[in-house]
């Protein structure tokens, strides 16, 4: 029998999950026309079309039944409006009224942009005997330094994309490489954020003066393709003596939607010379419990990497309760708020308003990291006719980089 996971229903009729496990107890005594479907020791709710319409029912019954004193109106702060642009705007509202999601590449806008700053050198300044992600980021490239030498050997020139640049701390050490190499040619860093380019530049220019030159190029990439930033090169008739190499660090891709789509667009950007280098965590027990967001805190806050958006929404934390942890029906970990009251988020647009309306109980993701075994990273990559030439584990088995190229039809 066909059923629904806990969170496909949640998502699906904007409730928590903890809703639908008590409708699910409450089939269980009888006291809920659900039929259930049992799955070794878990029940779900089948996916019938009686279940859909006694659903419907009870999420029009408890919206009907809100007591207004319970409820809770806010406005964005006008900062909220003058960050964003038009059309990023409505993604956020959108997500949040679709999905009851924050998409995450928010956050690193404006303050946003120096929270991360500060997390990524807080990751640096952390004991050399300790694993974070921005360690392992630089560490496998060191390993696969040799294996690199000689994929690039034919090259005389070397342009580095950086996706997702973030404060470019972990391609430093590289970009001195291929630099010390004569090799190094133009660095491209691309990133949604406005701000996070700007530290990225900063940082940049302090490491290696004048001798590289900052390319940065606010873009989406669920969305926008890059690969016309190299079309100069690409009809030079020295184009076969340079290749592009787009790296891809800090696990980004795991934090998206729908990551096919900016595999997709990496795909659609790259030439038959490029290379992508891209770093992730993969599924092991570890993985899936281990948060260092909050460095140096032990309670359940959400840290200001998180909580930027909220603040400028002007949700403030006693209306909600944080949760952490790792979903088993998704395979992904997640950072997500409960509301604890009934909520109203009130948006002003040129054109008139949008409310948004939660129920107490509803939740909002505000960060995942979808997990994958190194099987299904493989078959991720090939999917979308990215060939990987080379895998590594770090030394403690959590992240993996893996080198590859866009796949060609045989001649």
């Known amino acids: 029998m066909q059923y629904y996971t806990n969170q496909e229903l949640a998502e699906a009729n904007h409730v928590s999950v903890r809703t639908i496990r008590n409708w699910i107890d409450s089939a269980r005594e009888g006291k809920l026309d659900l039929t259930l479907h049992t799955k070794g020791q878990r029940q779900y709710i089948a996916n019938t079309s009686r279940n859909s319409l006694v659903i419907k029912n009870l999420v029009n019954k408890n919206k009907k039944y809100r007591p207004h004193r319970a409820q809770k109106t806010v406005m964005p702060q006008s900062k909220f409006y003058e960050l964003y642009t038009q059309e990023q705007l409505y993604d956020i509202v959108t997500n949040l009224e679709i999905n009851r999601e924050i998409p995450c590449q928010y956050n690193y806008f404006g303050e946003g942009a120096k929270n991360w700053d500060n997390y990524v050198e807080h990751l640096a300044a952390e004991e050399q005997e300790s694993s974070n992600s921005l360690r392992s980021a630089i560490e496998l490239l060191k390993l696969n330094q040799d294996y690199l030498d000689k994929l690039l050997s034919g090259y005389k020139q070397i342009n580095v994309i950086d996706v997702g640049v973030g404060n470019a701390l972990p391609v430093r050490d590289f970009l001195a490489y291929l630099q010390d190499q004569g090799k190094l040619g133009r660095y491209i860093a691309l990133d949604i954020s406005p701000t996070m380019l700007g530290i990225a530049e900063k940082n940049i220019k302090s490491w290696f003066g004048d001798s590289i030159n900052f390319e940065g190029h606010a873009l989406d990439i669920e969305h926008d393709r890059f690969g016309y930033l190299l079309a100069n090169e690409y009809i030079k008739s ?166 590859s190229r866009i796949r060609q039809e045989q001649q």
């Open 238 to 403: 020295t184009s076969e003596d340079t290749s592009n190499i787009l790296l891809f660090f800090g696990g980004t891709l795991a934090n998206f939607q729908k990551p096919g789509t900016v595999l997709d667009v990496i795909h659609d950007s790259m030439g038959v010379n490029d290379f992508l280098i891209h770093q992730q965590k993969v599924d092991t027990p570890s993985t899936r419990r281990y948060f260092d967001f909050n460095p140096g805190q032990t309670t359940t806050t959400l840290a200001p990497i998180d909580r930027y958006i909220f603040d400028l929404l002007n949700i403030d934390e006693s209306l909600y309760t944080v949760e952490m942890g790792f979903d088993p029906d998704l395979n992904q970990r997640y950072i997500r708020v409960v509301l604890n009251i009934a909520l109203s988020i009130r948006f002003a647009f040129q054109g008139g308003e949008r409310v948004i309306d939660f129920n107490k109980g509803d939740h909002i993701l505000l960060w995942r990291a979808r997990h994958f075994t190194l099987s299904q990273v493989i078959t991720q990559l090939t999917d979308h006719n990215i060939l990987p030439l080379q895998i590594s584990h770090d030394t403690d088995q959590q992240s993996i980089i893996t080198i």
